[in-house]
């Protein structure tokens, strides 16, 4: 069993330290309920899935291999399937086989599904305005994606890679 560090030698926060971790520990728990909360009461999708459908949307031909869209959806496969069956059963989303890199199956967005997402895409975006892009100065509001993405890359390299790449900016 590896030795664990003595209590009293944690490096405890000080007190700014304590309040900064405090705020952003409030924002990660109310801020994706708030999210989720809008996209269930207005589009009928929850967070995960309306960002299966961005996914989807964004990808060329509007496919990705369910793999790799676990990836941009940052969920796991199980997550990933159960999300997709319930897109499948509302006409949104189809699985398909895919020959690229071997035989596996992709999600494909329907017709119906970019309609859906076309839907549901404004009221999402009103409700990031309202809850956080309005509520900073650009100032603050590129302050904190420096430092999500900083985050990001500490935590997950990859998906902190992917969102680069996928950046419109590239950044």
């Known amino acids: ?70 990836v941009m959806a940052q969920g796991s496969r199980s997550r990933l399937s159960h999300a997709v069956s319930r897109l499948e059963g509302a006409g949104w989303v189809e699985r398909r086989e895919c020959t690229a890199a071997g035989v596996r199956t992709a999600a494909h967005l329907t017709p119906a599904g970019r309609r859906k997402l076309e839907e549901a895409a404004p009221g999402h975006v009103r409700e990031a305005r309202r809850l956080v892009i309005d509520a900073l100065t650009p100032e603050q509001l590129a302050a904190l994606g420096d430092a999500a993405r900083t985050l990001l890359h500490a935590i997950d390299p990859a998906v902190a890679e992917q969102l680069r790449s996928a950046s419109p900016r590239g950044r």
């Not at 030795?3 to 000080?14: I, Q, S």
């Not at 990660?28 to 899935?49: G, H, V, W, Y």
Request: charged share 25%.
């Open 1 to 70: 069993m590896p030795d664990r560090p003595a209590p009293d030698d944690a490096p405890w926060l000080d007190d700014d330290q304590l309040r900064d971790w405090a705020a952003l520990m409030g924002l990660l728990m109310t801020l994706p309920p708030a999210i989720d909360a809008q996209l269930k009461r207005d589009a009928c999708l929850n967070s995960f899935e309306y960002h299966v459908l961005v996914s989807l949307g964004e990808a060329p031909n509007g496919a990705l291999p369910m793999s790799e869209l676990a």
